[in-house]
């Protein structure tokens, strides 16, 4: 099947963004004192 005109250029940009924000919560729940307390105990 043929994609639609953009959609790959689309496709590349949203996979920019999502990267971008999971490298941002990754360092959120990483860096999180409260979190790690939480799963302690």
């Known amino acids: 099947a043929d994609l639609p005109h953009g959609w790959i250029d ?6 920019d963004y ?3 924000g999971v490298v941002e919560y990754q360092k959120l ?4 004192p409260s979190f ?3 799963l302690k105990g």
Do not use: Y
Not at 29 to 32: G, K, L, M, Y
């Open 10 to 15: 689309k496709c590349l940009d949203f996979c």
């Open 36 to 38: 790690w307390n939480e």
């Open 18 to 20: 999502f990267l971008t």
């Open 29 to 32: 729940i990483t860096r999180n």
